[in-house]
């Protein structure tokens, strides 16, 4: 066991591997910072609960939106240079809403233009994955994917801070960290050698075609799209539907993210061991059976348990869909990662949408809870599909070389020794 992480820490650029989940990590807090606030915004401006799920789910929406082109300018520009530009944009940004953002419209267009900071994952990732070879994707993507628990940050604080010094100050505060994180990003941060050269744009679109990219963001839409969303809107119904404080909300949202966040490098050192199949296979089920528990609203203790499986269980299948983005689609990663990275905030958004429209037009959260499980087993059935033409095309190759990698590396280094 020493000696696998001994090789994994040797294979790659650790200093860059630990900046791309810090960016990541500070990136997502700010990303879901209105999911913190909804309750004292919601108050300020009359929003009913539909309007509170639409107004957390936007910045998801124009996250997702923004992670292709952001795919494209690391396939272009490099994942470093991607990243100055971003965090810069969401400096600017935080710093307007601040001072400038009093009105329910400028609310609204903050929350437009705040996917820029969700647009980091298909900057993140890209960045430390090129520095590692197969047989570690999966633990390497899984440590900056656990850069989601910055939505913890955010579920924690936000309210507290809000109490304290009111809403709009909140996103002075937020300043701070980026900050730090900018100036440690320009320090240490280091591009990959290996880059792959730039495609045409028609290559780009011909990815989009291609059937395994369409079943990973169908996958990553319910594991990061389900964690995400729920990061953003577990507040709103904790406070709703159990009538807790704001702050007391956000511990318990706090709670459940937390245990997504820090199964995500988990998930992608079982897919790198098991499969990534098989690490789906669990989730799926297992989530689904989890949502329709909680589907029937039980007590708060026994919501807040089920939660936290469920959000452990998508934390654990957005490890295991990035143990396998890399090993199909290497060379084209960046524009991959953000592809299917805007599907997983496509179903972000979707999620809070769905659970506001339900407690508005049903009466009760159970409806909106039942569909989302519904979707789950449903991404089960389809991955038994998938995975018949992995099988046969690319992933038993796969798997099979990232097995056999740790013994060509010690037959490389016996081989140095010997001519020594």
């Known amino acids: 066991m020493t000696d696998g ?40 401006f009359g929003l009913t609960v539909s309007q509170r799920g639409l107004l957390v789910a936007t910045p998801i929406l124009s996250g997702s939106l923004v992670r292709v082109p952001l795919g494209v300018l690391v396939d272009r520009i490099g994942p470093k240079r991607t990243g100055l530009v971003v965090q810069l944009m969401v400096l600017i940004l935080l710093a307007w809403a601040w ?75 937020a300043l701070l960290p980026l900050l730090v994180t900018l100036a440690l990003y320009i320090a240490f941060a280091k591009e990959s050698p290996s880059q792959p050269a730039p ?22 839409g319910f594991t990061f799209g389900g964690f995400v969303g729920l990061a953003s809107f577990l507040l709103i119904f904790f406070h709703d539907q159990y009538g807790l404080a704001t702050v007391t909300a956000g511990t318990f949202t706090a709670l459940c993210v937390f245990a997504g966040s820090v199964l995500r490098p988990v ?34 203790w026994l919501a807040t348990a089920l939660l936290c499986t469920v959000l452990s269980l998508l934390g654990l299948g957005n490890g295991a869909v990035f143990q396998l983005v890399p090993q199909r689609f290497r060379r084209e990663i960046g524009v991959a990662t953000g592809v299917v990275g805007a599907a997983g905030g496509l179903g972000g958004f979707l999620l809070p949408a769905l659970l506001g429209l339900s407690r508005d037009v049903t009466g009760s ?56």
């Not at 929350?111 to 980091?120: D, E, I, P």
């Not at 744009?201 to 989009?208: E, F, N, P, S, T």
């Open 5 to 44: 992480r001994t090789n994994f820490v040797k294979s790659g650029h650790l200093p860059t591997l630990l900046l791309a989940f810090l960016y990541f990590a500070i990136s997502m807090m700010v990303w879901v910072l209105l999911g913190g606030l909804s309750v004292d915004i919601g108050d300020d």
């Open 365 to 420: 959260y159970g409806a909106g809870f039942f569909c989302v499980g519904l979707v789950g087993f449903a991404c089960l059935l389809l991955l038994r599909v998938a995975q018949r033409d992995w099988q046969t095309l690319w992933l038993a190759k796969t798997f099979h070389a990232i097995r056999l990698a740790p013994q060509a590396l010690e037959l490389s280094a016996h081989r140095r020794t010997h001519e020594r």
């Open 99 to 173: 001072l400038c953002a009093d009105r329910l419209s400028e609310v609204i267009a903050f929350a437009c233009f705040l996917g820029v900071a969700g647009g980091s994952f298909a900057v993140a990732l890209p960045l430390a994955s090129r520095w590692y070879p197969p047989q570690h994707q999966g633990l390497a993507m899984g440590i900056v994917g656990a850069g989601n628990g910055g939505t913890v940050l955010a579920a924690l604080l936000a309210p507290r801070l809000a109490e304290r010094v009111g809403w709009h100050n909140v996103f002075g505060y």
């Open 199 to 220: 495609k045409s744009l028609r290559v780009y679109l011909g990815l989009c075609r291609e059937r395994d990219m369409l079943w990973f963001c169908l996958f990553y």
């Open 267 to 300: 998930g992608g050192y079982l897919a790198d061991r098991l499969g990534g199949p098989w690490t789906l296979t669990v989730v799926f089920f297992t989530a689904s059976l989890g949502l329709w528990a909680v589907a029937l609203l039980p007590p708060l």
